[in-house]
């Protein structure tokens, strides 16, 4: 299947910094990716849809100029969490959108995840 | 009611059971996904699917769109098994259930 991959893996940054997570298509080329954040023993929440080459489409609640998206090639979206506050601490994933002809139509897969810790 | 149930919310099984975890919607989709995700919080792709079967190892998804209905089905279970299983469903943009622990022990 295809893999989507997310980078760094976990990170620990001071309130106030900013931190950018990194987003890859790895073997294929998405037209789309999601970026979901989850808190502890809850289930994912949609923040964003980003198309390449477009501005991001943010969820009710999620402020734009806090996490911003930029989604500049088919293989790699990033969020960056500017001025991070403790109450961002949190596990963010992404997932990647593309239209595969042969499986029938389009599929989606999902990163590992990144774990933000805002101290 | 959401729009995405699960059942069961937990599920505690010895090595080597057969396991399903069931997942209901009510709304439309073009697709179905479960996703596996680690104590440590690391989320895999297990399937999507969009009708009949799929197979892979030792897991089996199904889905009845008619009944808006899918089973996930674990054969032999074994203790790294243990994870939450999530249910999403949707289009472009997905609705999640809210996960089935599921502990396998030994």
């Known amino acids: 299947g295809a893999v989507v991959s997310q980078h760094p893996s976990w990170v620990i940054c001071k309130s106030g910094t900013s931190v950018k997570i990194e987003c890859r298509s790895l073997?294929?080329?998405?037209?789309?990716m999601f970026w979901y954040r989850q808190f502890p023993k809850q289930s994912l929440m949609l923040m964003a849809t980003?198309?390449?080459?477009?501005?991001?489409?943010?969820e009710q609640g999620v402020e734009k100029d806090k996490f911003l998206i930029n989604h500049a090639s088919l293989t790699l979206s990033t969020l960056t969490v500017t001025s991070a506050h403790p109450e961002d601490s949190s596990f963010y994933i992404c997932?990647?959108?593309?239209?595969?002809?042969?499986?029938?139509?389009?599929?989606?897969?999902f990163g590992p995840g990144t774990r933000l810790t805002v101290t | 009611k959401n729009e995405v149930e699960q059942s069961p919310q937990n599920l505690t099984a010895q090595e080597g059971e057969f396991i399903t975890i069931n997942c209901s919607y009510s709304?439309?989709?073009?697709?179905l996904h479960w996703l596996q995700q680690h104590p440590g919080g690391g989320i895999v792709s297990l399937f999507m699917?969009?009708?009949g079967k799929k197979k892979h190892g030792r897991l089996i998804a199904t889905i009845n769109i008619q009944e808006k209905h899918s089973s996930l089905h674990i054969t032999a279970s074994h203790p790294r098994d243990s994870a939450v299983y999530i249910c999403?469903?949707?289009?472009?943009?997905?609705?999640f259930g809210a996960g089935t622990i599921l502990r396998v022990k030994s």
């Open positions: 699917l969009s009708s």
């Open positions: 073997d294929f080329q998405a037209t789309t």
């Open positions: 980003s198309n390449e080459g477009s501005k991001a489409t943010y």
């Open positions: 999403a469903v949707g289009g472009n943009k997905l609705v």
């Open positions: 997932s990647a959108r593309a239209h595969f002809p042969g499986a029938g139509g389009y599929e989606q897969y």
């Open positions: 709304v439309g989709i073009s697709a």
